[in-house]
C-alpha cells in the first residue's frame, strides 16, 4: 500500500471511530453521524437522493431510514409530486443532535488540522477536493 494510501486510510479509520463513539449513547452508528448531516443540510430530501450523495445503495438507506424514523429522529412523507418517492425531515430532536454533532466535528476537525497554518489548511483541501473530483469522474 503506498504511503498515501495508508494515511488516508488510517485518518478515515480515525474519523470513523470518532463519529462512532459520539453516536454510541444515542444507540446510533458512525454511518447516522453523516445522515444526520445530510438530512439536516437538505430536508424533505428523498432516500434515493440521499442514497446516490452518499454512495450507498438504496436497500441501506432504507434500512438505516426505518432505524431513525423508529428513534424519533425523522420523518418521511410521500412526495406532493410522486407518492412513491418517500422525502425525509428532520425532526426537532435530530435538530438538537445536530447541533451538538455539529460543534463535536469542528473541534475534531480543528484538532486534526492544529499543526498546519492556514495556508497548508486550504492546500490540503483544495488537494483533497481535487482527488475527490477525480474520483466522482472515474465511478
Given at each position: 500500500?503506498?504511503?498515501?494510501?495508508?494515511?488516508?486510510n488510517a485518518v478515515d479509520r480515525?474519523?470513523?471511530?470518532?463519529?462512532?463513539?459520539?453516536?454510541?449513547?444515542?444507540?446510533?452508528?458512525?454511518?447516522?453521524?453523516?445522515?444526520?448531516?445530510?438530512?439536516?443540510?437538505?430536508p424533505g430530501c428523498s432516500q434515493?437522493?440521499?442514497?446516490?450523495?452518499?454512495?450507498?445503495?438504496?436497500?441501506?438507506?432504507?434500512?438505516?431510514?426505518?432505524?431513525?424514523?423508529?428513534?424519533?429522529?425523522?420523518?418521511?412523507?410521500?412526495?406532493?409530486?410522486?407518492?412513491?418517492?418517500?422525502?425525509?425531515?428532520?425532526?426537532?430532536?435530530?435538530?438538537?443532535?445536530?447541533?451538538?454533532?455539529?460543534?463535536?466535528?469542528?473541534?475534531?476537525?480543528?484538532?486534526?488540522?492544529?499543526?498546519?497554518?492556514?495556508?497548508?489548511?486550504?492546500?490540503?483541501?483544495?488537494?483533497?477536493?481535487?482527488?475527490?473530483?477525480?474520483?466522482?469522474?472515474?465511478?
Amino acid at each position: 500500500m503506498s504511503q498515501f494510501s495508508s494515511n488516508f486510510n488510517a485518518v478515515d479509520r480515525y474519523l470513523r471511530r470518532y463519529r462512532r463513539e459520539y453516536m454510541a449513547p444515542l444507540g446510533l452508528k458512525g454511518i447516522h453521524a453523516r445522515l444526520f448531516m445530510a438530512i439536516c443540510r437538505t430536508p424533505g430530501c428523498s432516500q434515493d437522493q440521499l442514497a446516490k450523495r452518499m454512495w450507498f445503495d438504496k436497500s441501506t438507506i432504507a434500512r438505516q431510514m426505518e432505524l431513525l424514523e423508529k428513534k424519533g429522529f425523522i420523518t418521511r412523507q410521500p412526495s406532493e409530486k410522486d407518492k412513491r418517492v418517500l422525502c425525509v425531515y428532520p425532526t426537532e430532536q435530530m435538530l438538537e443532535v445536530q447541533k451538538d454533532l455539529t460543534v463535536a466535528m469542528a473541534q475534531w476537525e480543528a484538532t486534526l488540522l492544529q499543526d498546519l497554518s492556514a495556508e497548508e489548511q486550504q492546500q490540503l483541501n483544495d488537494l483533497l477536493a481535487r482527488v475527490r473530483d477525480r474520483v466522482n469522474k472515474e465511478a
